[in-house]
C-alpha cells in the first residue's frame, strides 16, 4: 500500500514564505509526475504546480515567479517554495503523485493568508 504525507501548511502573513513537503512510502515501484494541487472553499481542485520525473516544470499562471517546485527521487519526496503568499493563496494544498502507474493524493494541509 502507497501512503502520501504532507506537511508545511500553517498561516502566515500576506508576503510570508512557507515550503510544503509531501513523502511518499510503502511498496513503491516506479513514480512519475508529481504535483502540488489546491481547492479553496466553495472551488473546484486546481493544478498549483507539476514535475516531471526529468526534472521538467510547469506552473498556474497565478503563482509563477513566486513558487517553485522541487523532488528528491532518492527521498520520494516533492516540495513546494511559496513565497510572496497572498489571501488568495489560502486553500487546502494536495500533493499527487503518479506511483506504479496509478494516482495516489496525500490527505492535504491547511495553508492560510492573513494578517
Known amino acids: 500500500q502507497v501512503q502520501l504525507v504532507e506537511s508545511g501548511g500553517g498561516l502566515v502573513q500576506p508576503g510570508g514564505s512557507l515550503r510544503l513537503s509531501c513523502v511518499a512510502s510503502?511498496?513503491?515501484?516506479?513514480?512519475?509526475?508529481m504535483g502540488w494541487y489546491r481547492q479553496a472553499p466553495g472551488k473546484q481542485r486546481d493544478l498549483v504546480a507539476r514535475?516531471?520525473?526529468?526534472?521538467?516544470?510547469n506552473y498556474a499562471d497565478s503563482v509563477k515567479g513566486r513558487f517553485t517546485i522541487s523532488r528528491d527521487n532518492a527521498k520520494n519526496t516533492v516540495y513546494l517554495q511559496m513565497n510572496s503568499l497572498k489571501p488568495e493563496d489560502t486553500a487546502v494544498y494536495y500533493c499527487?503523485?503518479?506511483?506504479?502507474?496509478?494516482?495516489?493524493w496525500g490527505q492535504g494541509t491547511q495553508v492560510t493568508v492573513s494578517s
Open positions: 514535475i516531471s520525473r526529468g526534472g521538467s516544470t
Open positions: 499527487n503523485m503518479l506511483i506504479n502507474v496509478r494516482d495516489y
Open positions: 510503502g511498496s513503491i515501484s516506479s513514480i512519475g509526475a
